[in-house]
């Protein structure tokens, strides 16, 4: 019998209606996948503020929305919300399930993808290189606000082995989430490359909101049907690790063989070396089949051992970068935001404040396609300039913002417009860093532990 997974999220910030539809569908497991590289630089600065927080803020609606369903047996939740702070989100989920007047939902909580207290013990033991650099560990720029490893599906199996109806984790790679459930259900071994990567090829599909059901299609996106009703996608797995990519009924999107070859290649280095925690999946040898009515079949997944490492992520402070949004209409509206740029710049040197670094791009001319669009002659109607700095210190990124204001009378002619962030409040920067680390150094620090509330 096929396990039924629904994909409820794909990000921080997305909409908790998604879930409804789900449930009305009926899915045996609610994946909710939160997380980011940005997400983690967002919780962190969350945790400044707060340390009470570090996960993602919108987790409760999630769970208001889901926990009435779990309750009843019908589903169970499975999400990476905890971000930095998984144990703060465990909290806040049976926080969740009190106000609902829930009881009998047991939460477990993954830990040991942190490794920010270990970093030096991990670097005596291995060497840590940036993982696009190769700069080696001595160079980074300490002290680390985090450092998180991305775990497999391997101790959430262990949470679903234990009961657990709502499973909340930290830094787990996103397919990593559907994943689970496929080996807790189906007694997948983790050593069954095949299945194992045919569910981790699930979790990719299922794991971006609606693109597998027609959102964010880069072919025919106008024949979508009810764009505004577009719903989450929905796998039912077989033991074998076949699948069936569908939606909730009478929903608008689409399942098709385009939508879901789509998903199968975004965020995709390499398509026959995917690389997981738990597997090197080969999408290539998928094979797809349209069966009509928004279903389509997957087959023929193959995979090969995972590798012996965790990609890990590590992050430290940056600086402090501002940034002026400034709009330019015809005539010469590129000309006049190009000149703009180049007198702000200099006023900024004649104002004696050192900038790091500098970036300027011309929306409207080649900020989004740059050189991947073809050149043209004709005059664009109007053109945003974007200009943003990178400073040593808070006050002086400030200062560098003013030096922009003057120009509204006092730079190139008319149809300038907008002033952005220009005089706003500077933002912390923090830089990432990625590496990798032997899984023999996390997994034994890897714990999970249940709660039931009461």
């Keep these: 019998m096929g396990v039924r997974i629904g994909g409820g999220q794909g990000f921080y910030g997305d909409t908790p209606r998604s879930v409804a539809g789900l449930l009305d569908a009926g899915v045996d497991y609610l994946c909710l996948e939160a ?21 993602t803020r919108d987790l409760p609606a999630y769970l208001a929305a889901a926990l009435p369903a779990v309750a009843a047996g019908k589903t169970k939740v499975i999400t990476n919300a905890g971000g930095i702070n998984p144990t703060a989100a465990a909290r806040a989920a049976i926080d969740t399930a009190h106000r609902l007047g829930l009881s009998g939902i047991t939460v477990a909580t993954v830990l040991g993808d942190d490794l920010t207290g270990r970093l030096d013990a991990i670097a005596g033991q291995a060497e840590l290189r940036h993982l696009e650099s190769g700069a080696p560990f001595a160079d980074f720029p300490a002290p680390a606000l985090f450092a998180s490893a991305y775990l497999g599906a391997r101790p959430i199996v262990d949470a679903l082995a234990a009961g657990a109806d709502v499973v909340v984790t930290g830094r787990v790679a996103d397919a990593a ?14 050593d069954d490359w095949d299945r194992l990567a045919a569910g981790t090829l699930v979790g990719h599909l299922l794991e971006c909101s609606g693109q597998s059901a027609g959102g964010n299609l880069s072919r025919d996106w106008w024949t979508i049907p009810r764009p505004w009703d577009l719903p989450y996608p929905i796998a039912e797995v077989d033991g074998d690790g076949s699948a069936l990519i569908t939606k909730p009924p009478d929903s ?11 998903q199968l290649l975004y965020e995709v280095h390499d398509p026959a070396a995917y690389l997981s925690p738990d597997v090197v999946a080969d999408f290539t040898s998928a094979h797809f089949v349209d069966e009509g009515d928004d279903r389509v079949r997957v087959t023929d997944v193959r995979g090969g051992p995972a590798t012996a490492t965790y990609k890990a992520l590590l992050c430290h402070h940056a600086g402090w970068a501002g940034e002026a949004r400034i709009a330019f209409s015809w005539p010469e509206a590129a000309e006049k935001a190009t000149a703009t740029a180049a007198i ?6 004649g104002a004696g404040l050192p900038v790091d670094e500098w970036h300027f791009e011309l929306w409207g001319v080649d900020a989004l396609g740059g050189p991947t669009v073809p050149a043209t002659t004709a005059e664009v109607p109007e053109v945003m300039l974007r200009a943003a700095w990178r400073c040593a210190d808070a006050r002086t990124a400030s200062l560098v913002g003013r030096e922009m204001i003057p120009l509204t009378l006092s730079g190139p002619p008319a149809g300038m417009t907008g002033m952005g962030r220009g005089a706003g409040a500077p933002s912390e920067l923090l830089g990432l860093w990625p590496t990798l680390v032997d899984k023999a150094l996390i997994d034994p620090h890897v714990t999970v532990t249940l709660e039931e509330v009461r």
């Design 35 to 55: 997380l980011a590289e940005l997400t983690l630089a967002i919780l962190q600065k969350d945790r400044q503020r707060d340390e009470t927080r570090g996960y």
């Design 177 to 190: 989430l559907f994943l689970a459930p496929l080996v807790h259900e189906h007694g997948w071994s983790f």
């Design 252 to 262: 608008g999107g689409r399942v098709s063989f385009d939508t879901v070859r789509h």
């Design 344 to 349: 702000f710049a200099e006023r900024v040197r």
